[in-house]
Nanobody
Framework: QVQLLESGGGSVQSGGSLRLSCEAS????????MGWFRQAPGKEREAVAVFGSDGSTSYADSVKGRFTISRDVTKKTLYLQMNSLILEDTAMYYC????????????????????WGQGTQVTVSS
């Protein structure tokens, strides 16, 4: 059974940093593509950064240069390093996984993913 467990969220002041982690279990890690999404109150869930099964990455324009997605295959863990946080980054952040060979350019929609974590809250204050 696929399980995704996020951690690392919290409250931080504007300009600060956080690192989110997503520990995966129950599947063959390299057969899946993964991503980080976020959803703020009243808004649709949006892709923040994704990791294609071929190792490709893609970022939302709003986080380029500030966020970095990475993974540790041996630990089956996906990370999101978030620097220079701004108020607009406040949201619930979700880790997601989907099965198959996909380049990062093709996995930017929530419906591409079949598995989701419970989410971790990130709150940025001024």
């Amino acid at each position: 059974q696929v399980q995704l467990l996020e951690s690392g969220g919290g409250s931080v002041q504007s300009g600060g940093s956080l690192r989110l982690s997503c520990e995966a279990s129950g599947f063959t890690y390299l057969s899946y593509f993964m991503g980080w999404f976020r959803q703020a109150p009243g808004k649709e869930r949006e892709a923040v950064a994704v990791f294609g099964s071929d190792g490709s990455t893609s970022y939302a324009d709003s986080v380029k240069g500030r966020f970095t997605i990475s993974r540790d295959v041996t630990k089956k863990t996906l990370y999101l390093q978030m620097n220079s946080l701004i108020l607009e980054d406040t949201a619930m952040y979700y880790c997601a996984a989907g099965y198959g060979a996909r380049h990062a350019s093709y996995i930017l929609r929530a419906h591409n993913y079949g598995y989701w974590g419970q989410g971790t809250q990130v709150t940025v204050s001024s």
